[in-house]
């Protein structure tokens, strides 16, 4: 998905009322820079007026003192006067006659700054103020000063020369301590502005000689004040404006960013993962911000990585369970087996695992991996390779858990241990060996009876103690009896007052469904546990595994059918021994069997069937250090053991021989069962070695 | 089974080998019915019966009957599987017994 599509949904996604930063900052922005800008400008065109007459004097006084510099005044040249003339040094600066009036350094000024200027000369000199009056139209009084050099333009642009100043202006100059004084005058029409500086004989500020003034029309000075203004404005107004547009610039791109930065994001909340890190050239807190979220990408990427392998490895772990089921349709007749493994989180640590060891035996298993999560899930994979490894190797069940503890001792580090329970059924006998590593105790339905629970005492838990030495035990199970396996997940569950499930409650709900199937048990069970818990979370895995034996399994090597005829004799008993003989059934055995086994074959013979002749069907399987022979006949139905035992206590003459065949078989024999179903007598001896 | 007889003065002395199963009880029936007439005193020798079963038994029990009636009958070297079968059957107290010490 590209990110304008991401952006554009969000746009869509947006509230109402959403306000971007960038409107915000800009909208905000604006009335700042509005208020800052009008604020700026009054107190600049404020302070402009104030500073205007300062302006004026300021330049005024800038133009003397240049003047004074062109005139070349310093330390060495100072003003003097003699002889009726004023010098700067040794330079005649004039001496109020046209001849003498040095002006080239007042040129140059004027012409340098537009400003006019000149020197005036204290005098007492009546005649030279009389002429001068010829010369200007203003009465002059004594003590006051004539102009002797300088430039001074008339009413047409004429040069001036030999004027006198104003008594009032002399007068307020030698008042003013300063010996600087500005006035406004009118001269010739113009308002001129004039700045005058007391020129003193050497400095000696006690006498002074003289004048030096300059002055520039009101009118020019206002138009050079206009224009230092407008610099002014304008350097102002250049200058907001780079501020506005760096600051413009910098907000843009704080914004471009930010934005960047939010479509990253809302890319990432659609689960979509983006290739390309997002590159920001700023090394700011927003250069961390997009650091982070790369950095956020790459381990949400490596979240997602881990939860698709984990999904992976549950269903690894799934598939490694058994999960098929009828799993044994070949053996259907003979038993059913149904087991479910509810993780209570995504991949748990039980397991149960079923296997046929070879056409008669069936390994069952079932485990707990102390702890949850990956770290069991991984024990456990583990655990039930090498349990079935060491199965199929030994077919012991102690033996198979004292190796497989042995390993994990040697192996393992991780401190997990397991709980197992391993049963190998023969389903020829019904002969269950098993061993227990600290595993709960499964509950067993035997013989009609009710559900009990195998207490054998179980051995240290698998990985927990290395050199542990499991214990087989057996049990003998027949067609109808059930075991249900389970771990402490069932027993254990918890419900809101935190009672357990508990073995009572498995116990009665087993009994009350004892015609269930395997699969309709598991799953009942499971409800009713849910019943049990309501709401409260299941906190641990929940496992079980229902094994039915329904039927012996009948070998062909260990069956054969006989004619009930007495001539088969010699093939009956050849096949009972040789079948004893690879039992390794031992010689006093073999013959009590074979004595039993011909009492009863021809007890068939001779009064099962009458006249017509047909089969029996005899077979061997070994029992728990023992045997057990079958003899299956669809004859009258007839129970050799209800007959009465004879009575072995007679003389000779009085002894009748009828009966004494049942009689040795029932005394040799440690078993003797019979039973009539599905049109059969089924009788069976069992002999203990 | 194998029988093997000496029979003279009235005294028939008959070893058993193998097996006196149903099989071959006849065959035993058989050949003391042909000698009850012309004997006073039975002399059986189990010492290499390996075997016996009830059919056995009825031969050995009608044997005992015919022979309490005009001598005796002695069985010799029961082996011990063919004596726990007596035992059980209660035969040996019936029969006389005459084992090697």
């Known amino acids: ?689 | 089974m194998e029988i093997t007889k000496k029979q003279e003065n009235g005294t028939l002395e008959i070893a058993l080998s193998g097996r006196l199963d149903t099989t071959t009880a006849p065959l035993l029936e058989a050949e003391l019915n042909g000698a009850y007439t012309e004997i006073t005193n039975l002399v059986i020798d189990l010492s290499k019966l390996a075997y016996i079963s009830s059919a056995g038994l009825r031969i050995l029990l009608a044997a005992q009957k015919q022979m309490s009636k005009k001598g005796k009958m002695v069985i010799r070297n029961v082996g011990t599987n063919v004596k726990e079968v007596f035992d059980i059957t209660g035969f040996s107290d019936i029969l006389t017994i005459e084992q090697p010490l």
């Not at chain 1, 104003?166 to 500005?182: H, R, T």
């Not at chain 1, 349709?329 to 993780?343: C, H, L, Q, R």
């Open chain 1, 1 to 689: 998905m590209s990110t304008e599509k991401t952006a554009d949904r969000n746009k869509d996604k947006r509230k109402k009322g959403f306000i971007s930063i960038g409107r915000k900052v800009g909208v905000s922005s604006l009335i700042c820079f509005i208020l800052l800008m009008s604020l700026s400008l009054w107190l600049l065109s404020d302070s402009m007026n104030k500073v205007e007459q300062k302006l004026i004097e300021n330049w005024l006084d800038t133009t003397i003192y240049l003047l004074r510099q062109e005139l070349g005044e310093s330390e060495e040249r100072q003003w003097s006067m003699h002889d009726g003339a004023l010098y700067l040094g040794d330079t005649l600066i004039g001496d109020g006659t046209k001849e003498h009036a040095n002006l080239d350094a007042f040129l140059r000024m004027e012409y340098a700054t537009g400003a006019l200027s000149y020197v005036l000369m204290r005098t007492n000199n009546d005649k030279e103020l009389q002429e001068l009056d010829a010369v200007g139209n203003k009465s002059y009084e004594q003590g006051h000063y004539i102009r002797i050099a300088g430039t001074t333009k008339g009413p047409n642009g004429e040069r001036l020369e030999g004027t006198y100043l104003d008594k009032v202006i002399a007068d307020g100059i030698e008042k003013d301590d300063d010996g600087v004084f500005i006035h406004l005058s009118n001269v010739y029409g113009r308002m001129i502005y004039c700045r005058y500086e007391m020129l003193y004989e050497k400095g000696d500020k006690s006498r002074p000689i003289g004048l030096i003034s300059n002055g520039m029309s009101e009118e020019e000075l206002m138009q050079l004040v206009k224009d230092q203004k407008k610099r002014g404005y304008a350097i102002f107004i250049v200058f907001l404006l780079v501020i506005s547009v760096g600051l413009g610039r910098f907000i843009f791109n704080i914004l471009r960013s930010i934005n960047k930065i939010r479509d990253r994001l809302c890319e990432i909340g659609t689960g979509e993962f983006p290739k390309e890190p997002l590159v920001l050239n700023s090394k700011d807190e927003i250069g961390e911000m997009a650091e982070s979220v790369n950095e956020m990408v790459k381990s949400l990427k490596e979240n997602q990585r881990i939860v698709a392998e984990l999904s992976l490895a549950t269903d690894i772990q799934r598939h490694m369970l058994p999960s098929e089921f009828p799993a044994f349709p070949e053996y259907s007749s003979e038993f059913d087996i149904y087991a479910m493994m509810n993780p209570a989180k995504e991949i748990g640590g039980d397991f149960y695992d079923f296997f046929m060891l070879d056409n008669k035996h069936i390994a069952l298993v079932i485990a707990d991996v102390a702890g949850k999560g990956v770290p069991a899930a991984l024990v456990m994979m583990i655990a039930k390779i090498m349990i079935k490894n060491q199965t199929l190797l030994s077919m012991q069940p102690d033996d198979v858990l004292t190796i497989v503890n042995q390993m994990f001792c040697e192996d393992s580090q991780s401190g997990l241990f397991v709980t197992v329970w391993l049963g190998i059924f023969n389903i020829e006998t019904g002969l269950l060996t098993f061993a227990n590593a600290g595993h709960n105790p499964p509950a067993i339905k035997l013989s009609g009876e009710d559900f009990s629970f195998l207490r054998n005492k179980p051995n240290l838990v698998l990985a927990g103690m290395e050199g542990t030495r499991y214990h087989k035990n057996e049990i003998i199970m027949h067609p109808g009896d059930r075991l249900l396996l389970y771990t402490d997940g069932v027993t254990e569950a918890t419900n809101e007052v935190t009672e357990l499930y508990g073995e009572a409650r498995l116990k009665s709900y087993l009994d009350i469904h004892a015609a269930d199937s395997a699969t309709e048990l598991i799953h009942g069970i499971r409800t009713d546990i849910d019943r049990f818990t309501h709401e409260t979370e299941q906190f641990d895995d929940i496992t079980m595994l229902v094994f039915d034996y329904k039927k012996r399994l009948e070998s062909n090597a260990a069956e054969q059918k006989f004619k009930a005829n007495t001539e088969e004799l010699p093939q009956v008993t050849e096949f009972i021994e040789s079948e004893l003989n690879k039992l390794n059934c031992p010689v006093h055995a073999l013959m009590q069997i074979s004595v039993a086994a011909e009492e009863i074959f021809v007890n068939i013979a001779k009064y099962a069937y009458g006249e017509t002749s047909s089969g029996v069907a005899i077979s061997i399987f070994p029992e728990k250090e023992g045997v057990s022979v079958c003899f299956k006949d669809r004859g009258l139905p007839f129970d050799p053991l209800a007959q009465k035992d004879p009575d072995i206590t007679l003389a000779a003459e009085s002894r009748q021989i009828g009966g004494l065949g049942i009689f040795i078989v029932k005394k040799t024999m440690d078993k003797v069962d019979y039973k009539y179903t599905n049109s059969q007598n089924i009788l069976t001896i069992t002999k203990f070695f």
